[in-house]
């Protein structure tokens, strides 16, 4: 069955041997997916990143910013990429559209329902440090308040769940050129309005002190909270087109693999109509996979990291699904 958000077109044999090689030379991946006559109507589809390993991941968007500075990319594969940006762009229309029309009892039931349940996750729990966004009503992000308020407030008993006090980094721009930093903040109160009206930190505290940039942080964070305006359950992450958090994500985790850390969970939070069909949402090498989605009915596991670490939870068994 085509699928309302389906932008479907068609592709010859010729044109999905481009795409091979296109792939060969951008990502390094010899099989993407397609179907077994290229001739019929089909998407433009590349393998689930979630089967890429962070380091491959990292590498992919290093070549395909290289490729972007015209260095040795052919007219053809610029074309290819073009065409990608187009479809997500009339996606975005789309989703957004079905965001605005969305039944606000429902999106407050959702909102709390998705909060609830990384409030009560093994890898929220457990975690000491880790990044969140700050949801704004206005772009119809699903609502990170409460979840913020809980890793702001004291700390609380073992016995409660909670393994004590969290450090917690939130975005703030730096650019319009996909630049942004994670600073720590320890209050609601750290917050303030930006010219677009969305909360950031401010760069110094009340003293008058720098923020930490978790960039420059001695410790590596345990988890993402993650934003997106629409995904799939291999793991694929569409955002709003600025390119924010696949630039900051593949950054942080290059520097990680760098200081030989553990990579960080990426989670993302969302309302069931942003769960798209396998394979609609298009990607390029700069898009990061997210590792596990939470919606209201539960905990999808999606990359082998999220599923370990859940089997590695067995106590907790009943939050996943």
Not at 67 to 89: C, M, P, V, W
Not at 173 to 185: A, C, P, T, W, Y
Not at 233 to 245: A, E, I, L, P, W
Request: proline share 6%; aromatic share 6%.
């Amino acid at each position: 069955m085509r699928s309302v958000y389906g932008d479907v077109v068609t592709r010859s044999n010729n044109m999905w041997a481009s795409k091979l090689q296109f792939c060969r030379s951008t990502l390094a991946i010899a099989n993407p997916i397609y179907f077994s006559n290229p001739t019929r109507p089909c998407f433009l589809l590349l393998p689930p990143l979630h089967i890429l390993n962070r380091a491959t991941t990292a590498t992919a968007a290093a070549m395909a910013t290289a490729a972007a500075g015209n260095n040795g990319q052919t007219q053809e594969q610029k074309d290819i990429l073009e065409s990608i940006f187009r479809q997500k762009r009339i996606l975005r229309s789309k989703v957004r559209k079905t965001l605005r029309s969305m039944n606000p009892s429902l999106k407050s039931l959702e909102d709390n329902a998705i909060q609830t349940i990384v409030l009560g996750s093994p890898w929220f729990q457990s975690c000491r440090r880790l990044c969140a966004y700050i949801s704004c009503s206005s772009l119809h992000e699903v609502d990170t308040s409460k979840l913020l308020s809980q890793i702001l407030q004291s700390p609380v008993s073992e016995g409660n769940g909670q393994l004590g006090k969290k450090k917690l980094y939130v975005p703030r721009v730096e650019d319009k050129n996909s630049n942004m930093q994670m600073l720590h903040i320890s209050r609601i109160d750290d917050l303030i309005a930006n010219s677009m009206n969305i909360l950031e930190p401010a760069p110094v505290d009340a003293d008058g002190n720098e923020r930490e940039d978790v960039m420059q942080a001695d410790e590596p964070v345990d988890l993402f909270v993650l934003p997106g305006l629409a995904f799939d359950t291999s793991g694929r992450r569409m955002g709003r087109g600025g390119g924010y958090y696949d630039t900051f994500l593949t950054r942080y985790q290059q520097q990680a693999k760098e200081r030989n850390w553990r990579q960080p969970l990426l989670v993302a939070l969302s309302y069931s109509l942003q769960i798209l069909d396998r394979g609609i949402i298009p990607i390029t090498p700069y898009d990061v996979p997210v590792d596990a989605i939470v919606t209201s009915s539960g905990i999808t596991p999606i990359s082998p990291v999220a599923i370990e670490r859940n089997q590695h939870r067995k106590e907790a068994i009943s939050v996943w699904r």
